[in-house]
């Protein structure tokens, strides 16, 4: 039986790798590739809390586990909408130079 | 004397046997460890397809822990939802935003020293906590559970059917609201990305 | 299948080894033979393939390597080990590797819950045809692997359109799918299969295919089929004179071999899925008493919807790239979706169950002609425009007679 800190464990890891590309990639589109990343962390915790739990019947985890992933799959495609439209008017996705709102 | 001697090194060796891993911690390693690895290529790799590569590598790593926590119907909708439509449209907006592909500069910004302190800093505290809370010990097995008016099927099938059920009963104004969100999404992405011609 | 298990625990168990050890072996030497079905199967595909497509064409085929032709395949196979394996330059290794090993593995993890006989089945899961469907979106990556990473313009329009292909035809195909899971209740295959018995006066007829149930759904499915295998009429890849064959220009030698093995395999066991789920599979008279002739039955039938494709593939044209994104968009899913909803409908509305039966069936029956009415008279009417504007004089081809002017 895998203990429940194993699995919390490796979804802190990823959640970090996830924040990590958010935070310091230069590419737009590695930031939403570390926001999937941190999704997918708080999905292993939702279901192993689930399993881990006591009213597994409730299926409360699982449902909302569910709810994430179409949820990131809609933020998905907005985002990436979004960076093509910049790629277009501006031709460039790094983050560095997209600083028009910059003060 | 002898004998508290003799009863004291038992214990010591008792305490210190190495144990045999079961078979599912032996499986958890071997998914997670490539979920970790592919976790981090994500982060570093200068090649920014190499980087959605390992996302898919890490999405198919997370399904298998799905399958390990026997919430299969997650693991198969993880694969079709995310392997199947997300990183494909990555990769589609990786190709059509061709600029920083061939790195020979860092992936990372100015920011990075900064960030990865601060991510390991992060990291330890959140382990540290989640190890050293007494979580229960115990994995009940789910077929001790009561599936209500599906329990004359099998464990697997009544969990599906009591999802399908809880969707339409109890959670049907988020599944409704869903499908809303998933329509306006779906709207709004052709709008923003189609050719203004 | 299962003494067979058994046997192999008891024989691991008697080495001393622990007892998950040897669940762990003797699952893994159960998915090794599953997973060498495959390959073999290839070559009776092959061989199939070339000899029906040639006596559609009025040749023979190959008949000088054995008997039959029988060898030939084998020969192909080592004439393709033998040539060199190019590697383009700035072409990105990895995933250029990866890409054709991919494409197979996808195909080869259906082998997992197809069912050949009563019982026989590799793994009866719980969600098995949700299972079938996040297989494909394997070949898709694959696809665009391969499109990418061979540092070509064309390769890369190319693995596009075949994405485009494969997943607008990916939504008929689930929602065909959904017809025989919603009627049964489950998606194990298994049961799929053994829920399609004619039971009369206790005796196991096995007629009781869901072909005749619903016959739209069966057609859907077999269109959406042809496409995600890409077949004929949808073989935009395969065709030489489309964009320079498609995404594995630049492949060669073994690699090229995968892809195309990794399409044989895939027309196959999507035509095993459609036997399995819309004509019984397994069943078949007097499959209780004798097991044995389920796995009889179920070759037949899968190597007659196999010839049925290559039939397709000899007769009918191509269509082009418009024209099968608006097939799939504009009357495929439309027509599935209102079978769909008309099935859910008919499930619950009806009470009896015979009654059920009537009103599925008649939805389908109608809902296809009506579909079939509408297309035809829209592609007459398109003929009919085309010819009076370029000339009334000349009538070849059209459908009406010459009224005058």
């Known amino acids: 039986m895998v203990p429940l800190s194993w699995y919390l464990v490796l979804a802190a890891f990823i959640f970090c790798c996830g924040l990590l590309a958010a935070l310091a990639r230069r590419n737009a589109i590695a930031v939403l590739m570390g926001i999937e990343l941190m999704l997918n962390a708080v999905n292993i915790n939702l279901v192993a809390f689930w399993r881990y739990g006591a009213a597994v019947e409730q299926l409360d985890g699982l449902l909302f586990a569910l709810f994430v992933i179409a949820i990131a799959a809609a933020e998905a495609a907005v985002g990436l909408a979004l960076i093509i439209s910049v790629y277009r008017s501006r031709k460039t996705v790094n983050l560095d130079e997209l600083t028009l709102l910059q003060g | 004397m002898i004998e508290q001697l003799n009863q004291l090194i038992e214990q010591l060796l008792i305490q210190t046997a190495p144990t045999v891993p079961s078979i599912q911690q032996v499986v958890f390693v071997m998914l997670a460890i490539p979920a970790a690895v592919a976790a981090l290529m994500v982060v570093l790799a200068r090649n920014l397809f190499h980087s959605a590569l390992a996302l898919v590598g890490t999405l198919f790593a997370v399904a298998g822990i799905y399958a390990l926590l026997e919430a299969e119907f997650l693991a198969v909708s993880q694969i079709l939802v995310y392997v199947g439509a997300i990183s494909t449209l990555i990769t589609f907006a990786i190709m059509l935003t061709r600029g920083m592909m061939y790195g020979a500069t860092s992936p ?17 505290v959140l382990s540290g906590l989640v190890a050293s809370m007494p979580w229960p010990e115990n994995l009940v097995a789910l077929e001790t559970f009561s599936w209500g008016i599906f329990s004359n099927r099998i464990t697997g099938e009544a969990i599906i059917a009591s999802l399908g059920q809880k969707f339409l009963t109890t959670y049907l104004v988020p599944f409704e ?21 | 299948m299962e003494q067979w298990s058994e046997s192999l625990f008891n024989l691991l168990g008697g080495l001393g080894l622990p007892q998950e050890v040897s669940t762990i072996i003797a699952l893994a030497v159960g998915a090794l033979v599953l997973a060498s079905v495959a390959p073999v199967l290839a070559l009776v595909l092959i061989w199939i393939t070339r000899k029906v497509i040639s006596r559609m064409q009025d040749r023979i085929g190959p008949n000088r390597i054995g008997p039959f032709g029988l060898l030939q395949t084998v020969a192909d196979a080592l004439k393709l080990l033998s040539k060199e394996d190019i590697r383009p330059a700035n072409a990105d290794f990895l ?17 997992a819950v197809v069912a050949i006989a009563p019982g026989w089945i590799g793994a009866d899961l719980n969600i098995g045809v949700l299972y079938l469907v996040a297989l494909g979106s394997i070949g898709i990556m694959a696809a665009l692997m391969a499109g990418w990473s061979s540092n070509n313009k064309y390769a890369l329009l190319a693995g596009f359109r075949v994405v485009a292909q494969l997943l607008s035809y990916e939504i008929p195909m689930v929602l065909a799918m959904l017809g025989p899971v919603l009627w049964v209740g489950s998606m194990r295959l298994g049961l799929i299969t053994e829920a399609q018995s004619l039971n009369i006066f206790g005796f196991n007829l096995g007629l009781g295919w869901f072909v005749i149930l619903m016959p739209g759904m069966a057609l859907i499915y077999l269109i959406s089929a042809l496409a995600e295998s890409e077949q004929t009429p949808f073989d935009l890849l395969e065709a030489e004179s489309e964009l320079i064959a498609g995404f594995h220009i630049e492949y060669s030698g073994m690699k090229f071999a995968m892809f195309f093995l990794a399409q044989f395999l895939n027309t196959f066991f999507l035509g095993a899925i459609g036997v399995m789920l819309f004509f019984g599979g397994w069943q078949g008279p007097f499959v209780d008493q004798l097991p044995i002739l389920g796995v009889f039955y179920f070759l037949i039938k899968a190597f007659a919807f196999y010839v049925l494709v290559m039939w397709i593939k000899g007769t009918f044209p191509r269509v ?66 085309t010819k009076r504007a370029f000339g009334p004089k000349s009538l070849i081809g059209t459908m009406q007679p010459y009224a005058g002017d």
């Open chain 2, 108 to 124: 990372l910004n100015r920011q990075a020293g900064t960030a990865i302190m601060i991510m390991g800093l992060l990291f330890a």
């Open chain 3, 320 to 385: 082009r790239v418009d024209q099968m994104m608006s097939f799939a968009w504009k009357v495929l899913v439309p027509l599935v979706l209102s079978l769909i909803l008309w099935q859910m409908l008919a499930m619950k509305l009806f009470g009896p169950v015979w009654l059920q039966y009537v009103a599925v069936l008649a939805g389908n029956v109608i809902a296809i002609g009506i579909v079939v009415n509408v297309l035809t008279s829209h592609f007459k009417q398109e003929q009919v425009r």
């Open chain 2, 177 to 197: 609201l869903m499908a809303v969100l998933l329509l306006v999404a779906l709207a709004g992405a052709i709008l923003l990305a189609r050719d203004r011609q």
């Open chain 3, 95 to 111: 995933s250029y590797a990866l890409a054709p090993i991919l494409s197979v593995f996808g195909v080869i993890l259906t082998v």
